[in-house]
C-alpha cells in the first residue's frame, strides 16, 4: 500500500461480514459499508486512506500492490454510525485487471485524480465508465481531485471535475492527503449519500 503498510481492524484482527448483495449495511443506526479507491497509480489513493483512517502522512509512501484493506468507523449528526470497509486497488495497469474482484457489491466508489496530471483525469473517466457498467446499480461514486495543495502545478481545472461528476451523478471534491484538507469531509458526504435501509 502506497503511504504504508496496511493492517485489518484493529478491534477485530479479520475482515468481518461483507454482505456481496449491496456492500454492507446492517440496522438503520448502525451502516457497514464497502467502499473501494479506483485511480491511477501515484494519484494518492492510498495517503487519502491512510489520512482518513490513521491521520497520517507519510510523502515515501510505496505503491500498493494488489489491493489493500483497512477500516474506519464515523459518526453523523443524526447518531447515525458508518463503518467503511476500505479497498484502496492498485493503479498500475498490470492490476487493473483485479479491480472488479474489489469493486463488486460495492456501496461506495471513490475515483480518485491528481490535479497536476490530465492523464490521471482521463483514467479517472476511464474507472467511471468501467463501474456504469459492471458496478452496483445504486452505487454511491465520489470523484476526487487530491494534491490540491499543489495549486502552482495544476493543469485539470476545477470546472472540468465539477462538470464531469455532474454529467455523471457523482459527488465532487478536491482534498490534500498532505495537509488533510477534505479527507474527513469527503467520507462524511458520502456517509450523508448512502441509502438508508428502511426500519
Known sequence: M???S????????????????????NDVNNLK????????????KSCIVLRFVRGQFDPTSKVTVGASFLSQTIALQDSTTVK??????AGQE?????????????????????ITSPESFTKAQYWVKELQKHGSPDIVMALVGNKADLLEKREVPVQDGT???EKNGMF???????TADN?????EEIAKRLPRPSQ
Do not use: H
Open 33 to 44: 459499508v464497502k467502499l473501494v479507491l479506483l485511480g491511477d497509480s501515484g494519484v494518492g
Open 84 to 89: 467503511f470497509e476500505i479497498w484502496d486497488t
Open 94 to 114: 498490470r492490476y487493473a485487471a483485479l479491480a472488479p474482484l474489489y469493486y463488486r457489491g460495492a456501496a461506495v466508489a471513490v475515483v480518485v485524480y491528481d
Open 163 to 165: 462538470c464531469y461528476a
Open 172 to 178: 465532487f471534491i478536491e482534498t490534500s492527503a498532505k
Open 2 to 4: 502506497g503511504c504504508s
Open 6 to 25: 496496511s493492517v485489518p481492524d484493529k478491534n477485530t484482527g479479520r475482515m468481518e461480514g461483507l454482505n456481496a448483495e449491496n456492500g454492507g449495511s
Open 183 to 187: 479527507i474527513n469531509q469527503l467520507f
